[in-house]
Nanobody
Framework: VQLQAFGGGLVQAGGSLRLSCANS????????MGWFRQAPGKEREFVAS????????VYADSVKGRFTISRDNSKNTLYLQMNSLKPEDTAVYYC?????????????????WGQGTQVTVSS
């Protein structure tokens, strides 16, 4: 499995970005997937996750109602639509492929990671 996240950038507060995570090798259509983020000096934190069929999603409280996770298994691609962005959303965002088919929120539940994409929200 090789994951590559892209779509990050610089945006003003209140703006939107859409992140994508493409898997260029073995399919992970049977795996739950997730997005995490890491700000400078902080630990990697959970953002959102989705089950392998896309029927179940989990969100961190800090992004509920603003972010939407989705996946297209036919394209081996995971997405994160981020709306109403805030300066505190600034971080490197990582996509991960989980060890299980369900939506999980712990770093230890993920076995593969993409290289990360920077999201910077200016005030």
């Amino acid at each position: 499995v090789q994951l590559q996240a892209f779509g990050g950038g610089l945006v003003q507060a209140g703006g939107s970005l859409r992140l994508s995570c493409a898997n260029s090798r073995r399919t992970v259509s049977n795996n739950g997937m997730g997005w995490f983020r890491q700000a400078p000096g902080k630990e990697r934190e959970f953002v959102a996750s989705i089950s392998w069929r896309g029927s179940s999603t989990v969100y961190a409280d800090s992004v509920k109602g603003r972010f939407t996770i989705s996946r297209d298994n036919s394209k081996n691609t995971l997405y994160l639509q981020m709306n109403s962005l805030k300066p505190e959303d600034t971080a490197v965002y990582y996509c991960g492929a989980g060890r299980y088919s369900t939506a999980r929120s712990e770093v230890s539940d993920y076995s593969y990671w993409g290289q990360g994409t920077q999201v910077t929200v200016s005030s």
